[in-house]
T-cell receptor
Framework: ELKVEQNPLFLSMQEGKNYTIYCNYS?????LYWYRQDPGKSLESLFV?????AVKQEGRLMASLDTKARLSTLHITAAVHDLSATYFC?????????FGTGTRLQVFP | DTAVSQTPKYLVTQMGNDKSIKCEQN?????MYWYKQDSKKFLKIMFS???????INETVPNRFSPKSPDKAHLNLHINSLELGDSAVYFC??????????FGPGTRLTVL
């Protein structure tokens, strides 16, 4: 059974700092997703990573995928308060998404 | 022009009742899903349909019955509601791998 683990579960960081969220998964997959969820809201797609070595960047967020290590990272550069949210990774497993536990990010001044 | 819509947004009901949640997508996608997000924010797939045909049924109690009258709609009917059914239910649709679009969610509270 495919398992997807994220760490950390909670992340409190100061504005301007950098940090990385890690997503490990247990079986082979070439498709990995990152979503953002604000409180009481739906899931907003951030990145779709489709191959080994894929790297995508949008603003202060950069995601990468290492399919051999079964690891994806979401790197936050110079955090700002607006990035406060819960971030989920998800792995495509036979056309269904298996989600990680989520990382609740809080950015403070 | 909402892409994936759900009704109602909030649903509060008593244990033992039967309720339905409706989902519609206007994206022309063939595949639709139901996901459940529990109180700890954990998300898990429940069902998927492709062009009105059930494809995935993930060990969900048979009190939950999805129905797809056409490929733009996927409704979720829940019989004999239990406290543990309280969660946020997300509908999603996809034109095919790798893109998945989520609806706004329905927060179900069972008292």
């Amino acid at each position: 059974e495919l398992k997807v683990e994220q760490n950390p579960l909670f992340l409190s960081m100061q504005e301007g700092k950098n940090y990385t969220i890690y997503c490990n998964y247990s079986t082979t997959s070439d498709r990995l997703y990152w979503y953002r969820q604000d409180p009481g809201k739906s899931l907003e797609s951030l990145f779709v990573l489709l191959s080994n070595g894929a790297v995508k960047q949008e603003g202060r967020l950069m995601a990468s995928l290492d399919t051999k290590a079964r690891l994806s990272t979401l790197h936050i550069t110079a955090a700002v308060h607006d990035l406060s949210a819960t971030y989920f990774c998800a792995v495509d497993n036979t056309d269904k998404l298996i989600f990680g536990t989520g990382t609740r990010l809080q950015v403070f001044p | 022009d909402t892409a994936v819509s759900q009704t109602p947004k909030y649903l509060v009901t008593q244990m033992g009742n039967d309720k339905s949640i409706k989902c519609e997508q206007n994206l022309g996608h063939d595949t639709m899903y139901w996901y459940k997000q529990d109180s700890k924010k954990f998300l898990k797939i429940m069902f998927s349909y492709n062009n009105k045909e059930l494809i995935i049924n993930e060990t969900v109690p048979n009190r939950f019955s999805p129905k797809s009258p056409d490929k733009a709609h996927l409704n979720l009917h829940i019989n004999s509601l239990e406290l543990g059914d309280s969660a946020v239910y997300f509908c999603a649709s996809s034109p095919g791998t790798p893109f998945v679009f989520f609806g706004p969610g329905t927060r179900l509270t069972v008292l």
